[in-house]
């Protein structure tokens, strides 16, 4: 874990207020696994007080990139940030997910949620066969698909609920078919909560290997705060920046 | 060189800057950032007697320049927060104080004389503030009379020196500093958190499931402030001031209006390192202002 002072090598600007970062911080570039998140401090000033946590994209050292989603007033600052002004990143922070030799995956992404699951696809490169069941509300959410089609997946399954790009409706409605004809061992995912929830509720009949990587508000991103709880089934509270962000996906406490 | 000490009367620190409980976890997640050493003391997250849950999401709310938190004082416990201060205090010489907490006075009591029977801790600090225990914000240091009664049967039971930390939340906070003193407090700290209130507007409800939580960061300072000038013109144990510290500089406003140390709190969320600059940046404040030592400008605030 470190603080470092990253060079923003390139900021790109997508539709649907997505924005890419790429910056040079070497030493966390180093360390990154996939699941790793950063903080970053979105400006100078004291007001936003606290950094932003955002998931890393890819790594390539002494690259990581960031992908994000103009939400609010952190997120706004960070997307006036130009090549050539640095950044002072905290990380890798979090968990990562589980190192899995010899099994089908299923990466499961809703809109930005494609974030840690790229890195993880990334930094499997083609060793081994990986499946991507991949939605958003439209084609704005699904701008990283050219991205990740260079990864060489062994299939990409994509949704959309107004139907711009893929198959119209949620990537849940495609999730009982792969699972049928694709039989995957393990999912990885990561989304919006009401997914998740939703997975976690349709993945039960089938006993996988379920991991999720969940979203949080965080203070400080290094477990010394206790406010970025989640519930879990057991009762007790778990801090997704320190003993997460990656869950199993039954531990979790879904909304009902 | 400027002398950083800080006399609290029963212990002298090498500097004033002290990490605030519930901003510095058990000190071992900032191991990494810097050596614990380097800081006057360290104080404890906030502990009960059992492992406590905390408050269900969401526990923070950010404002600006501040933060609202409800955390609920999560924690896990005294056994095993002793367990965490060894592990500490075999890695670190920092002088260590415990936040101690109750739901009762039994139970500060009880959690008080646990810690103060541990060589390992420098000192208490007493936790009467914390507004995110019961629903409305209630809290000892809001009343002058359990105060005293309760920082009496704390002091019966301990040998280590005892800081009363003080609520911004009473209607006369100069009245409750009184009666801890003059009931044993061997030194205040103050200020908690300011009771907020965070909506959603379309939800129409709080924020937070208490309803009412914490505010904390640079917004609270000048408020926090002019309470610390108010309790350091009466006191006559030695305060420790709190609210809002980003640099050095506001050390030195602390210092100016009486209080003989700090604690920093909310910026250790955004810079894990804040407390090593901040004492960096009271060097060569000091060296600009041309005074060699804090007392120096204790409480020589002219008004």
Known sequence: ?256 | MADLSADLGFRVLKNPVITASGTFGYGEEFLSFYDLDLLGAVVMKGIFRQPRPGNPPPRLHETPAGLLNSIGLAGPGSEKLQEIIRGLHARTPVPIIVNVCGEDDDEFAEVAAIFSAMDEVAMLELNISCPNVRKGGACPAQDPGHTARLVRRVKEKISKPLIVKLSPNAADIVGVAMAAQDAGADALSLVNTFLGLAVDLEARKPVFANTTAGLSGPAIKPLALKLVWEVCRKAYVPVIGIGGITSGRDVLDYILVGASAVQIGTINFREPAAAKRIIGEIEAEMERLNINDLSAIRGKLEA
């Open chain 1, 1 to 256: 874990m470190q603080d470092e002072r990253g060079l923003i090598e390139e900021a790109r600007r997508l539709d649907g207020g997505y924005h890419l970062l790429k910056i040079a911080a070497p030493q966390i570039a180093a360390a990154a696994r996939p699941g790793n998140f950063v903080m970053v401090r979105v400006s100078p000033s004291l007001d936003p007080l606290l950094r932003r946590p955002l998931g890393i994209l890819e790594k390539r050292p002494p690259y990581i990139w960031l992908y994000y989603q103009v939400l609010g007033r952190g997120t706004r600052l960070l997307s006036e940030l130009r090549h050539g002004d640095s950044l002072d990143i905290l990380g890798p922070l979090g968990n990562s997910f589980p190192e899995i030799a010899g099994k089908r995956v299923l990466l499961i992404a809703g809109g930005r949620g494609i974030v840690p699951l790229f890195h993880y696809a990334q930094a499997c490169g083609e060793r081994r066969p990986l499946l991507l069941l991949y939605g958003g509300r439209s084609r704005a959410d699904l701008l990283l698909l050219d991205r990740i089609k260079s990864l060489r997946l062994q299939g990409i399954f994509v949704f959309s609920e107004d139907g711009s790009i893929g198959r119209k409706g949620l990537l849940t409605d495609g999730l009982e078919k792969i699972l049928k004809e694709e039989r995957p061992d393990i999912t990885l995912s990561c989304g919006p909560e009401a997914m998740l929830a939703r997975l976690a509720a349709m993945l039960r009949p089938y006993r996988l290997e379920n991991h999720a990587s969940l979203e949080a508000l965080m203070g400080c991103g290094f477990g010394a705060c206790h406010g970025c709880a989640v519930g879990t089934v057991s009762g007790a509270y778990r801090k997704v920046c320190d003993e997460g962000p990656v869950f199993p996906l039954e531990e979790v406490r879904w909304p009902t």
